[in-house]
């Protein structure tokens, strides 16, 4: 099928915002969320690491961390969805996707296992959702940090994953909050704003992949209520986790 | 991003096969697999069903019957993937996704629970995977059926059914195997090509949407080996679930 053959069928049967699509589209217009020079031509036995707290981590199995690329290994969320996605369409290139999310994970604890959850694993490409658990558990757990240390602690996290690794490609998905969700008060939506601010910042002072999914989820808070899109406000639903897998190709690859 | 810039960013970048994959484009030409005047434009409220045996079924949770469109409903395969993208891509349509899979199933025990897990739903659009068992069970649980049953029963069911709703759109995917897997002997290749060209002539007979996944994998092992799409040469790994939902996006909507 040629290109103007299939615009013709998709134009007319609406298949096309299957294949590109819409709220990922309104979200991240391409002059303001991706930087094209950044966009990632994969190359065979490459790397690619889930790096978070539970939104990544989704039920992936522990018995399976030594093999890539099983959907043990990756769980049931985003990372899945992306993972079979890129495996499924890159079946020549042998990548090898981990899955090194945990529940709970605030930034700081991320740098606690570092060595062994990241250097160790030499990714190519490196995905780190995270920051939720920094605000949140100051409400919740008694947590003490402020937006000042998870913005510090994130920046050298980088800073330092570039020294050991040169050559690596760095992506951080915005940590983000579904409005309405159950799980939310009042005082989210202003408080919680820096957070997203910092990781912004650093990805730019950084000069890394920022995708921007709190643009995504208030597009998708459009076409449907916030228990479409995530099961309290924090958790992605599995709907929520494929609008992250369509972002992150969208701004990677 | 307009439909030109779209096309100069993919181009660039290879994220073409990300949205348009090359192995199902390659197994579904435009000119033999799809009737373009078949595609289905999704409506509000619609109802989409998913028959089959343990591919379709795939770790569904049964207490989620009752509540479509959950990933409990869907289950881990092909069905979450193909759910996943059409809910996510369709958000103000509130469509309803059940799966009623059941590991095992020939196609005569899809027909003992027709009412109740097919016409009771009133389904829009009904997908049916049948037929791996009604030949495997010849060979491993004593199965008397034959291939000659096997195309009765299905042409009866699909007939039994569009006479009690009238108005919907049937989809078949075609039973396949993934020349390699273990599960399989030398006889699978020539002794289970019959039940494939059976389940093609009733889609055809009955002027149905085909799906065909025998040729969708055969493109697949050009690729990669058949551990990587299939567990065993009969039940797709998440990344030949992945492969199937793209297949039957392409042919369906």
Chains 1, 2 share one sequence.
């Not at 096309?16 to 589209?25: D, F, H, Q």
């Not at 991240?28 to 990632?40: A, I, Y």
């Not at 899945?80 to 996605?85: C, D, E, K, S």
């Not at 228990?227 to 709907?239: A, I, K, L, N």
């Amino acid at each position: 099928m040629n290109r103007r053959n299939f615009f013709k069928k998709t134009a007319a049967t609406g298949a096309a915002t299957l294949l590109i699509p819409e709220i990922v589209k309104a979200a991240m217009p391409e002059s303001s969320s991706t930087n094209e020079s950044q966009l990632h031509y994969l190359s065979k036995g490459e790397t690619i690491l889930f790096q978070g707290d539970s939104i990544t981590d989704w039920g992936r199995s522990r018995r399976d961390e030594p093999t890539p690329s099983t959907q043990g290994q990756l769980g049931g969320g985003y990372v899945l969805f992306t993972g079979a996605n890129i495996l499924a369409n890159n079946p020549e290139k042998e990548l090898k996707i981990y899955n090194r999310g945990i529940s709970g994970n605030k930034v700081f604890e991320l740098a606690d296992r570092w060595t062994k959850d990241c250097i160790e694993l030499k990714p190519d490409i490196l995905s780190i959702m995270i920051g939720v658990n920094d605000f949140w558990h100051t409400k919740t757990h008694n947590y003490t940090g402020t937006v000042e240390k998870y913005a510090t602690d994130l920046d050298k996290l980088i800073k330092d994953t570039k020294k050991q690794l040169p050559n690596i490609k760095i992506v951080i998905l915005e940590p983000f909050i579904v409005h309405g969700g159950s799980a939310l008060d009042d005082t989210w939506e202003n408080d919680f704003a820096p957070y997203r601010k910092a990781a912004k910042k650093v990805a730019l002072d950084n000069d890394l992949i920022f995708v921007p999914l709190q643009s995504v989820f208030n597009e998708a808070l459009k076409k449907a209520p916030a228990s479409y899109w995530s099961t309290d406000g924090v958790h992605p639903s599995f709907t929520g986790g494929q609008l992250i897998a369509q972002a992150w190709i969208k701004a990677v690859l």
